[in-house]
């Protein structure tokens, strides 16, 4: 009886993980690009959340202030969204890298 009451209680708990459908459209609009810090650090700042630029560090904060209602797994799975886009912000493309040979200098 007890294993069966926990699986139901993870099953529900998954199911309140799930964002909002108007959270889930305001961090997919959010734009992420990076800057250079000053001794060569890359940061990134994060644009969209009320209209504000944030860096990478204060997503969490910023996620909590403007949406209270949202419980501490939903809190966790905003920010790991924005942490992937800011992953993928922060890594290079292989596109940007140039050919150096010979023959691509003309």
Same mark, same amino acid.
């Given at each position: 009886?007890?294993?069966?009451f926990?699986r139901l ?9 799930g964002? @909002?459908e108007y959270?889930?459209?305001e ?5 992420v ?9 890359v940061?990134a *700042? /994060? ?9 990478a560090?204060q *997503?969490?904060?910023r996620?909590?202030?403007?949406? @209270?209602e949202? $419980?501490?797994r939903? /809190?966790?799975r905003a ?6 886009? *800011?992953?993928l912000?922060?890594? @290079? ?8 040979s010979?023959?691509? $200098?003309?």
């Open positions: 009886m007890n294993a069966t926990e209680a993870e099953i529900f708990a998954r199911r309140q993980a964002l @909002p959270v889930d459209a961090l997919a609009a959010c734009t690009t990076t800057r250079e810090a000053g001794d060569g650090e940061r *700042v /994060v644009m969209g959340l009320g209209g504000r630029a944030i860096y560090d *997503v969490e904060a996620i909590r202030k403007r949406w @209270p949202l $419980n501490h939903q /809190v966790q920010c790991d969204f924005l942490d992937a886009r *800011v992953r912000a922060a890594t @290079p493309s292989r596109q940007a890298r140039r050919r150096t010979w023959i691509w $200098n003309f």
